[in-house]
T-cell receptor
Framework: ETGVTQTPRHLVMGMTNKKSLKCEQH?????MYWYKQSAKKPLELMFV???????ENNSVPSRFSPECPNSSHLFLHLHTLQPEDSALYLC???????????????FGSGTRLTVV | AQKITQTQPGMFVQEKEAVTLDCTYD???????LFWYKQPSSGEMIFLIY??????QNATEGRYSLNFQKARKSANLVISASQLGDSAMYFC??????????????FGKGTRLHILP
């Protein structure tokens, strides 16, 4: 049982739909991340939140809109997506941006998104 | 430039044999950390092992060990006595940066490991 829970596990949406991905952690971590995993590509970091403040946005299109209402929850709001946005979206959390520690990230199981 | 290089897109290994998954990295930082993650078909990324750049001994966790060769910037994962459940995607990752807001982990493209019965 992972400490990071993502819902839904699978999502199929049309290009005109609006949907949201949810991530929840109760590990007491202070930082949360959204990653995109496409076939045959490295994991792409999308957003980083530390203490509920966005600290990084890696040139992600505005059709992806993150929200971090508190340190335990992270959302990714989706609207007018393109078929190339189909991917596995992984959420992760960590103790925080506190330097080199043995703590890696704790990942969720991901949401498999298909845009049709 | 790619910071983490995993040159083996796929590997097939007989059960109970040892496996070495290659990873080389590129950084100009003196202080960094290296990680290996396992991703089974369920999608979840599972943390396996960590090596700090100042650690003098190679990290070990059960059947996993990290062959750290700092001068060569190499951090290969060794799995001893492989099992069918080891079949998965394996990612090498690096955390660079100091105690600041730029501290983050970057990943290689991964190696898909198939254990044969």
């Amino acid at each position: 049982e992972t400490g990071v829970t993502q819902t839904p596990r699978h999502l199929v949406m049309g290009m005109t739909n609006k949907k949201s991905l949810k991530c929840e952690q109760h590990l007491g971590h202070n930082a949360m991340y959204w990653y995109k995993q496409s076939a045959k590509k490295p994991l792409e970091l999308m957003f980083v939140y530390s203490l509920e403040e966005r600290v990084e946005n890696n040139s992600v299109p505005s059709r992806f809109s993150p929200e971090c209402p508190n340190s335990s929850h992270l959302f990714l709001h989706l609207h007018t997506l393109q078929p190339e946005d189909s991917a596995l979206y992984l959420c992760a959390s960590s103790q925080g941006l506190t330097g080199i520690t043995v703590d890696g990230y704790t990942f969720g199981s991901g949401t498999r998104l298909t845009v049709v | 430039a790619q910071k983490i290089t995993q040159t083996q897109p796929g590997m097939f290994v007989q059960e109970k044999e040892a496996v070495t998954l290659d990873c080389t990295y590129d950084t100009s930082d003196q202080s960094y950390g290296l990680f290996w993650y396992k991703q089974p078909s369920s999608g979840e990324m599972i943390f396996l092992i960590y090596q700090g750049s100042y650690d003098e001994q190679n990290a070990t966790e059960g059947r996993y060990s990290l062959n750290f060769q700092k001068a060569r910037k190499s951090a290969n994962l060794v799995i001893s006595a492989s099992q069918l459940g080891d079949s998965a995607m394996y990612f090498c990752a690096m955390r660079e940066g100091r105690a600041n807001r730029d501290d983050k982990i970057i990943f290689g493209k991964g190696t898909r490991l198939h254990i044969l019965p």
